[in-house]
């Protein structure tokens, strides 16, 4: 049990450490929004571009509602990195169910980022497909972690 406790706080500290505090919101086009989940990790927008979640893959239909849940019908903000569309001619995308209220709180990935999101409640694994930045592969793995461990997914207390 010591040991557990023990290396909690060290999880906690390499969140606290490691989370973007600088986050620049790229969105693809404003007022763009979720037409259709068709996985967990693939979405389709309502002006018809198919976005895939960078660093996850949520397969099953578990993932799919719970996506379905968060972000269908609604508009989300999408932040590119590294390389633009994948090899199925994909937009790789981080999406934002909302824009946190401050962008500098350890919590923003845990809270906002659909694709922690899908880590944290377990209907994804971390799956690196490309450019990603060291922080944000951090957080998920750090969200992975704790959801294979039994802890409850991060939130603002």
Not at 87 to 110: A, D, I, K, T
Not at 138 to 144: K, L, P, Q, R
Request: aromatic share 10%; net charge positive.
């Amino acid at each position: 049990m010591k040991r557990i406790t023990i290396g909690a706080v060290l999880f906690a500290v390499l969140v606290l450490s490691s989370c973007d505090m600088n986050v620049v919101f790229a969105p693809l086009e404003s007022g763009l929004s979720v037409s259709r989940v068709i996985y967990g990790d693939t979405l389709e927008m309502s002006n018809g571009e198919i976005v895939r979640l960078i660093g996850i893959s949520a397969p099953g239909a578990a993932a799919a509602e719970f996506a379905r849940n968060k972000v269908e019908g609604r508009t989300v903000l999408l932040e590119a990195y590294g390389t633009n569309r994948d090899s199925y001619g994909r937009l790789r995308r981080h999406v934002w169910v909302q824009r946190p209220q401050n962008q500098e709180e350890w919590y923003c990935m845990f809270t906002y980022k659909l694709n922690t999101l899908l880590l944290s409640y377990g209907h994804a694994r971390v799956f690196i497909d490309g450019p990603i930045r060291a922080d944000v592969r951090e957080v998920f793995e750090s969200a992975e972690w704790r959801f294979d461990h039994g802890f409850p997914p991060l939130r603002r207390q």
